[in-house]
C-alpha cells in the first residue's frame, strides 16, 4: 500500500506523529500545532505516521 501525503504545511491535523513525505523527517504535533515545513528538508506534505 502506498502512502498518501494528504497533510500539508499551514494544517492542524491534531495530534500525533507526522512523517515528511520527503525525507521520512518524523515530526510530533499537538492538538492545536500548525504544520510547519519540514525542519529537514522544507518539504510541505507529509502523512500520518
Ligand atoms: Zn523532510
Not at 18 to 27: I, K, P
Not at 30 to 39: F, I, S, V
Request: proline share 8%; with cysteine; aromatic share 8%.
Amino acid at each position: 500500500m502506498s502512502r498518501v501525503c494528504q497533510y500539508k504545511t499551514g494544517e492542524r491535523p491534531g495530534r500525533g506523529s507526522y512523517t515528511c513525505c520527503n525525507c521520512g523527517f518524523c515530526l510530533k504535533l499537538g492538538a492545536d500545532d500548525k504544520m510547519p515545513p519540514c525542519p529537514n528538508c522544507n518539504n510541505t506534505t507529509f502523512t500520518k505516521a
